[in-house]
């Protein structure tokens, strides 16, 4: 190779076999498409953006200004755009909470797609490419940098902090999509220097447009940095338009009122650590794969392949430090992990492969296994303590008297298929390069499944505020006007039922006749002159907080009880 500093990857070319497209895109359904069906918007960040969506949607808030309830949010509006726009071009056919996960599922199967292609184009420059052997025998460039390509998507859908926050329909999924596609396209500059140039234009005022205009111009700078150092001449004629794209997305800021700073620095040692705890957590496996990238590559730091990648976490670590740890910061650092995990891959010893084989193989088939078992406490009643555990977590769930067979099916194919899993990696030695991260992959893939299956009733019944709402609905009529100052996915939920005109406190009419306030149980009941209590109603899941509600004195007459 004529790079000046030697590849420590040794890889030959039946380590190089690529993971069969029918086994890649069956996991890639199994991880994205479960909790797309069957399930109302959880709280809290995903029903708050759900019911300015569907604010928008239906005449309620101006499109260029969303409110819910009359609050506004943080400006990101391409998101709340996007959920809007697909209730309204599927209404009346589909549910609004189905149209809205739709395309943010489609955005999770971008960035999916989007640190494939990033890794594979990065892993076919020179520097990164295998040493080659003196009679021959290393894996060619295009089997490597699709083996690589593998297990860099392995790794992201084996990182933890994915699984939920990436099934969500909120603007930081938006955000994911768009980081993922900077780090594609300053891989592609040096083939594709004209689609890197769109990309990037279309890109960073997007991320401006989506409520991270200052991550935009940050991503910007160290891209534009990342460039000029470049060896490619195509890359540094990039930088130009970086510039261009940055200050787009300044103007689209500036128009959109998207300027706001969440930052929360941490003030102790206390909260460091917390902070580094929900970290190791959130992005493992990915972290300690990266770390092994950035020691044997140390050599090559400045090379495109760790550079790339590198250069977004130099933006993203910061920004999480500096807005306190903040978990949506955390999932936007996923797609450059994962890219860097790949590059670990050619150079870890057999025995690492093997332990991260046992704990996956252990874990995961515990975790399948109690899943197993309290699906057969809901659904046929043995054993009969984890339903009872439920129904005291969550009082007034029903459990369902039968299991329908588009629960059953998937769970049980998934379930088969992780044991032939388990036992294909287990029972003879494989070589591929992505081998080690094919486990966590499944595994996690298998455990989403089949909560999002087989636990979906008990689980929708608990992270929904739908049984919140029917419990109020009794006590305020159809069509009354109510005033609150609860917090956003509250609102939300009164507002997405439909079924009465709801304000928050600030801009509610002076005459609207009903109330709904939540309060500690362990504090006094509010004494609040001019109105009466009409009710008090609690949360199901919640043992903290009771909610009142209120009908104005002299007002329309009290709802039924």
Known sequence: MSSTQPSPALVTQRAAARLPRWALWSLIAAYVLPGVL??????????TAYGYMWSLAHGQSPWLAPTLGGAHPDAALLPHWLGAAAIWLTTPWLDAALAVRLPFALLLG????GVWYATYHLARTEPALPVAFAFGGEASEVDY??????GALLALMASLGLLELGHETTPELMQLALVTGLIWALAVVPKRPSLARTAVLLLLPMLAASGAPALALMLALTAAVVCALSSHATARALVP????????????ALGLGAWHWRLVAPDDARTLLQMARAGIWFTWPVWPLALWTLWRWRRQLRKRHISVPLATLAVLVPAWLAMGGSDRVMLLMLPGLAVL?????????????????????FFFTAAAIAVWVVAASIYLGVPAQPLANIMRLAPGFKAPQTISLWVLVPALAATIAWLALVRWRTARHRHALWKMLALPAGGVALTWLLVMTLLMPPLNYARSLAPWVNRVAPHVPAGACVQTGLPPPFVAALVTADRWQVHTKLVAPTDCGFSVSRWRMDRAQPVRPGWQLVALVRQPTDRQYITGVWRREGGSAAAPK
Do not use: Q, Y
């Open 341 to 361: 995990a790949a590059f670990a891959l050619p150079t870890f010893a057999r025995g690492t492969g093997a332990a991260m084989d046992w704990f996956s193989v």
């Open 241 to 252: 338009w970086l510039a261009l794209a940055a200050l787009a997305a300044v103007l689209v």
């Open 38 to 47: 069957g399930r109302d918007p959880w709280r809290n960040a995903d029903l």
């Open 145 to 150: 940098a699709r083996a690589l390509a593998d």
């Open 110 to 113: 971008a960035c999916l797609g």
